[in-house]
């Protein structure tokens, strides 16, 4: 069973960075894709950012592009999300998601089997 534990998150002023990790323990972390989710308050869990087993393709929701980047090490078990010039609308419950097969160009929760418990990211303006 693969597990994912978040870490990063936290109280950030608008224009600001943070980077969230992700880190995976219980599988083959090459062989899973690597997502990213997020939920806001009174809001249902949306899509943020997808990349590929080996790292090679990325995709992201368009509030996100030019303003995040994910990226993973294989070697570490552990996916990242950099996240820059961030809004009060970024404010959300952060998740990290996997799941087998190389198609990361799926928004849907439910393509993705495994879930982390979330980490919080609040940012103020």
């Known amino acids: 069973q693969v597990q994912l534990v978040e870490s990063g998150g936290g109280l950030v002023q608008a224009g600001g960075s943070l980077r969230l990790s992700c880190a995976a323990s219980?599988?083959?972390?090459?062989?899973?894709?690597m997502g990213w989710f997020r939920q806001a308050p009174g809001k249902e869990r949306e899509f943020v950012a997808a990349i590929s087993r080996v790292g090679g393709s990325t995709f992201y929701v368009d509030s996100v592009k030019g303003r995040f980047t994910i990226s993973r090490d294989n070697a570490k078990n552990t996916v990242y999300l950099q996240m820059n010039i961030l809004q009060p609308e970024d404010t959300a419950v952060y998740y990290c998601a996997a799941r087998a097969g190389n198609v990361y160009t799926t928004v849907r929760e439910n393509d993705y089997e495994h879930w982390g418990q979330g980490t919080q990211l609040t940012v103020s303006s």
């Open positions: 219980g599988g083959t972390f090459g062989s899973l894709t």
